[in-house]
């Protein structure tokens, strides 16, 4: 059947791992939501100590979707009602998507809303099902991966660091690509400023910077093609990872590339979905501390 | 448990369907962004960080021998919302974002005695050969009688 062979391409768990490996991502992916978006509630109040905010932010118009997402997240602590859990939670993110944020909406909120209803509808609980909505969400995954890398190479703007150059002088945000340029690059971007008419040309002369630049889309196309050969998935699911790791010290959206590296470990063996889950929410929570300015402040969205 | 198994076969085949038509649909994306100029960034395309795309600029002018700026961002609310989300619709959709009709509509209710009005959109455009920006401007011009 070739809706069985489609689904092959992202491999296929045994019934044990299976089973280890849906209930914790998808009471994961609960929890991570519930989180990212109170700290979205927390980015939209006034600053103050850490009473005030997270009063003010209680009571933030918009937190009637955390407050959904939280009841998400209690019931997702439940085997019975887990996938329930995920349904409101889905319902919560389309209603973000309809209500808020559209046509404007960040393309992971739509990655966001695909995989809980990929989860919705497989149960997580039933032996085949959720064998099938892991292939689901890997494979979700890898065509996101692979169109990230490929519309890089379409719109030819890494073959001389052009994104990189743009990125680095319009915003402080992007001040660690500093690492991979040479001084010359620095201070002629420093100089050039962010977009104006005719500003450029915002290209690299760096050999280290052009050398990642044209490396990110070709890690991206060649991971996600990796992911569904089974030789090299494991290898490729790896490789991906620390891709990630690299690509978030310089852009800093922790909260999404901890949900994409959740999805990529779902090729790795549950052991290592486990400890990952753990460090995550140990994550989660030092962004909240840090949110609510216990912890000293720094951006990572 | 029969009965299970073939749903569970009709759900594969659901899912199958709904997995080639979630990669097909970045490259429908990717038309409209070359044909139409829709932002990258939006619409499940998985282009962020493809193409800078800056929001676009608006301005108004009254129509006639003494044309003057009307500066939207001090005017009323709802004034400044109707531009605001033509101005999100226009940053996401391009050429398909339609035309800031319901602005002029606004503009002249509020305004009798102006013949008509220009609405500008000024955006800067990346070219990734000379990687230099550009300006691009779009211009729309509602006369009352027409508008009316």
């Known amino acids: 059947m070739w809706a069985e062979q489609l689904l092959s391409l992202a491999g296929r768990d045994s019934e044990r791992e299976a089973s280890d490996k849906a209930w914790l991502f998808c009471w994961f992916v609960v929890f991570h939501f519930m989180v990212e978006e109170w700290i979205l509630v927390t980015n939209r109040v006034p600053g103050g100590d850490a009473m005030t905010i997270a009063g003010n932010a209680l009571t933030h118009p918009r937190s009637l979707f955390a407050y959904t997402l939280t009841i998400a997240f209690i019931l997702a602590c439940f085997r019975r009602t887990r996938r329930l859990a995920v349904a409101l939670a889905a319902a919560v993110i389309f209603g973000v998507i309809a209500f808020e944020t559209f046509p404007g909406t960040a393309n992971h909120s739509y990655l966001q809303l695909v995989i809980l209803i990929l989860a919705a509808c497989f149960d997580p609980e039933h032996g085949e099902e959720r064998i099938v909505l892991l292939q689901g969400c890997r494979l979700v995954m890898v065509v996101v991966l692979f169109y990230a890398g490929l519309k890089k190479a379409l719109f030819g703007t890494y073959f001389e660091g052009q994104m990189f150059a743009v990125l680095f002088a319009e915003s402080g945000r992007y001040g660690a690509l500093r690492w991979i340029l040479d001084a010359v690059d620095v201070t002629r971007l420093g100089q050039l400023g962010g977009p104006a008419a005719g500003a450029g040309p915002y290209r690299l002369t760096s050999p280290l910077g052009l050398l990642l630049s044209n490396a990110a889309y070709l890690a991206e196309i060649g991971c996600a093609a990796g992911m569904v050969v089974a030789r090299t998935r494991k290898l490729a699911a790896i490789a991906a990872i620390g891709m990630i790791a690299l690509i978030e010290i310089f852009a800093r959206e922790v909260p999404f590339g901890i949900f994409f590296t959740t999805l990529v470990l779902l090729f790795l063996p549950a052991r290592i979905l486990r400890g990952a889950v753990v460090a995550f929410v140990l994550a989660d929570v030092v962004m909240v501390l840090t949110r609510l300015e216990i912890f000293p402040w720094w951006e990572f969205v | ?148």
């Open chain 2, 1 to 148: 448990m029969r009965g299970r198994g073939r749903f569970l076969q009709q759900k594969k085949r659901l899912l199958a369907v709904g997995l080639v038509l979630f990669a097909i649909w970045p490259l429908v994306q990717h038309v409209l962004v070359m044909r139409y100029d829709v932002n990258p960034w939006k619409l499940a395309g998985w282009a962020m960080y493809c193409l800078p795309t800056p929001k676009p600029r608006l301005w108004i002018h009254t129509l006639g021998p003494q044309a003057t700026e009307i500066s939207w961002e001090t005017e009323s609310p709802e004034l400044r919302d109707a531009v605001g989300r033509f101005g999100q619709r226009l940053w996401v959709f391009g050429g398909l974002a339609g035309t800031p009709a319901r602005v002029a509509e606004m503009v002249l209710a509020d305004r009798p005695e102006v013949a008509g009005i220009e609405v500008t959109a000024t955006r800067l455009v990346f070219e990734p050969t000379t990687a230099v920006f550009r300006t691009q401007t779009r211009t729309w011009t509602f006369a009352r009688d027409a508008a009316d």
